[in-house]
């Protein structure tokens, strides 16, 4: 009887987790995709994405946000997970609060963009882009990883936050130089300037979501913190 009863509550949470990753994959779709939009509308001067972003995607992920830390609460309460289980339940619930984070900086973005398409862009934009496609491989490559169970793409994913990092160090400085040359003669170069850093910052924020995401699928997988598992594989090749 007490086998029976175990292998009835191990199919009963494989249905949960499934369940919850479906919502979870839903949330994913639309978080990347209000961060695509968003960059669509500053890509092609498009205050309509950039509106549709502000006003329709930002709820669909709150919502989400919502079902999903509901599910996961009733999870607990009926289910009474343990070790693994409990380690999965946990980490959903912190990744549900980075991809509606994602979200916010995915509107933030919309809401530089609305400016920006009044002012007209100060340069043409080449890093911004690439830092968005790292950023969305990111989000991609967390999920995935906590999916499919690879612990080593998430610590890949986890390290490729260093590569967004430097495209906004590198935006900033390029825009504070051309900022400094251009004080004085165009005040309004120096909007344009700080609307692009803010940008930048944006997606940022981004990278650092998607590593926090894949820090939480490293520990669903493996019980242990990704950053100590890093720092200890560099102090091995040191």
Do not use: W, Y
């Amino acid at each position: 009887m007490f086998r029976r009863e175990k292998a009835q509550q191990a199919r009963l949470f494989k249905e949960d987790r499934d369940r919850l990753f479906k919502l979870l994959s839903e949330m994913v779709e639309v978080a990347q995709r209000a961060l695509d939009k968003a960059m669509r509308a500053l890509l092609e001067h498009s205050d309509d994405l950039a509106l549709e972003v502000i006003r329709v995607d930002e709820e669909k992920v709150d919502l989400l946000e919502i079902e999903i830390e509901r599910e996961c609460l009733r999870l607990i309460a009926m289910r009474q997970p343990v070790r693994e289980e409990l380690r999965f339940v946990f980490s959903v619930l912190k990744i549900i609060t980075d991809l509606e984070r994602i979200g916010d900086q995915a509107v933030n973005i919309a809401q530089r963009t609305l400016d920006l398409n009044r002012e007209g862009l100060l340069k043409p934009l080449v890093d911004i882009p690439k830092m968005a496609e790292i950023c969305q491989e990111m989000i991609s490559g967390a999920i995935r990883s906590m999916v499919e169970m690879d612990a080593e793409l998430a610590k890949a994913v986890s390290l490729k936050d260093e590569k967004v990092d430097a495209l906004n160090h590198a935006i900033l400085a390029e825009l504070v130089e051309i900022a400094g040359r251009t004080h004085i003669s165009d005040p309004l170069s120096i909007k344009k300037a700080t609307d692009l850093m803010l940008v930048a910052r944006h997606l940022e924020r981004v990278g650092d979501h998607a590593s926090n995401i894949a820090e939480r699928s490293f520990f669903f997988i493996t019980g242990k913190r990704i950053k100590e598992e890093l720092a200890a594989g560099k102090g091995q090749s040191s």
